[in-house]
């Protein structure tokens, strides 16, 4: 137990706004995380708790791991802060390099952000600039996918496809934006592998292109597997085809791997996974196993050249001042080295049918509507409660913490993503208990 294990003593009264959680309802009723170690958290009163969810998706190489711990210490130590605005420093430039090594090939250009959201909005900036400077100023507009994530910032949540995200903003959201349609579709319940059916959803680029003309079109952005919606797979051949078409159309293509990156699949980027380059790839997370807040584009070297061609000066007017922050990029190159020590980066490949056959072990279980999983990511689907949309997996979710298992929810969607460190025997533990609990919630 640390010293604030306690803290706060008045709950209810807390000052801190908690994001994307329902207030009220968790400070009558909370769960609290104290400590972490490897697959594991530990609650204030000292219960362990299996960590089915890295964190929330970001802790790839298991919690507080001593190469990366060190590398914070010593950096923050060294130099805490350093501006990138016309200065450098080499951490920010050593783990650039790093980086580029595990990118796919030519999109290994580095553009430092702080988190996913600020990510998406980067490549979409990027997205714009590009085009003008190419003479293409019409390019302007945006289109994402419904059931898309991209974060909450106003361009990510504009392409974004979440109604709940974006119906209280709608006068944040960016001009000229659109979304194809999503990719699930009930042929495909209880797949295993990708699915069979629906490559032809991607044919729905071309239907926007018809109506907007391809010379308005900026990007296209959308994650390979669609995370926080519930873990959608995209059908065989679908990629392939929304690539296809980008590239007739000389729309950029960006894919959001703010889950997918890192290993996720078992390969390092979901690109390597599924054999497609996009022009550019947001990540976030698991690029500093959640340690310190940072995120990245990777452009590819078609769009650098482009800006590195223009007018002498400033080629683009954006960054933040954490940029390339030093202590975040020590904590990245001890991520990538603990990473590759580890084989990490294709770990999940390894455990990629064990999880898999765990998990659809489910179905038959009361209430299982679908079941979809890929590398060490799941998504269990639940019938709604009539009337109490959400309540089912949400009583799911909380059993399971009481229980010492860390899960999350989406709707009435269970989605599991563990540290890429799990054992065999701790995935049939996890899954397993989740059994128990399918069987016990009406
Ligand atoms: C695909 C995707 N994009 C963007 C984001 C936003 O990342 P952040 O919360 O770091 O801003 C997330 C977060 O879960 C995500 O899953």
């Not at 298991?62 to 802060?81: L, N, S, T, W, Y």
Request: glycine share 12%; aromatic share 8%.
């Amino acid at each position: 137990m640390n010293d604030r294990a306690t803290f706060p003593a008045d709950l209810e009264q807390a000052a801190f706004w908690m994001p994307f959680t329902a207030n009220r309802q968790f400070k009558k009723s909370p769960r609290m995380l104290a400590r972490a170690e490897g697959m594991y958290y530990w609650t204030p009163e000292g219960r362990k708790v299996l960590d089915g969810t890295s964190g929330l998706w970001c802790v790839n190489a298991g919690h507080c791991r001593p190469k990366i711990v060190e590398a914070i210490q010593r950096q923050a130590a060294e130099m805490d802060f350093a501006p990138t605005f016309q200065m450098g420093h080499p951490v920010a430039f050593e783990f650039a390099e790093r980086l580029a090594e595990i990118a796919p090939k030519g999109v290994s250009r580095v553009f430092y952000t702080n988190s996913g959201s600020e990510s998406a909005d980067t490549a979409l900036k990027i997205a714009l600039a590009y085009h003008r400077a190419r003479g293409e100023a019409g390019r302007f507009r945006m289109i994402g996918r419904e059931r898309g994530y991209h974060g909450v910032n106003c361009g990510g949540m504009s392409v974004g496809g979440i109604v709940g995200n974006r119906k209280t903003f709608a006068t944040a959201m960016l001009p000229g934006t659109d979304h194809i349609r999503h990719t699930h579709d009930t042929r495909n319940l209880f797949s295993r592998g990708l699915p069979a059916h629906g490559a032809e959803f991607a044919d729905d680029l071309e239907r926007l292109v018809a109506l907007h003309d391809a010379s308005t079109i900026a990007a296209v952005i959308v994650e390979p597997v669609a995370g926080s919606t519930g873990v959608l797979l995209p059908p065989q051949g679908y990629l392939q085809r929304l690539r296809e078409i980008c590239t007739k159309h000389g729309i950029l293509l960006i894919f959001d791997e703010v889950i997918t990156g890192f290993g996720r699949l078992g390969k390092p980027f979901g690109a390597d996974y599924f054999g497609v380059k996009p022009d550019m790839i947001t990540c976030a997370k698991g690029i500093t196993n959640g340690t310190i807040p940072m995120g990245a584009v990777f452009v590819s070297d078609a769009i650098y050249e482009t800006f590195m061609k223009g007018p002498e000066g400033m080629e683009l007017l954006h960054g933040y001042t954490y940029s390339g922050h030093p202590v975040a990029c020590a904590a990245g190159i001890g991520t990538l080295d603990t990473y590759k020590e580890e084989g990490l980066l294709t770990r999940a490949g390894e455990l990629a049918a064990h999880w898999e056959q765990a998990v659809h072990a489910l179905k038959g279980l009361p209430n299982v509507i679908d079941i979809r999983a890929i590398g060490l990511m799941a998504g269990i689907e639940l019938a709604p409660r009539e009337g109490a949309p959400g309540k089912r997996a949400f009583e799911a979710f909380t059993t399971a913490f009481e229980r010492g298992y860390l899960i999350r929810v989406t709707g009435d969607i269970i989605a599991m993503s563990p540290p890429l460190i799990v054992e065999k025997a701790q995935i049939d533990e996890l899954v397993g208990a989740l059994a128990d609990i399918l069987k016990k919630i009406p």
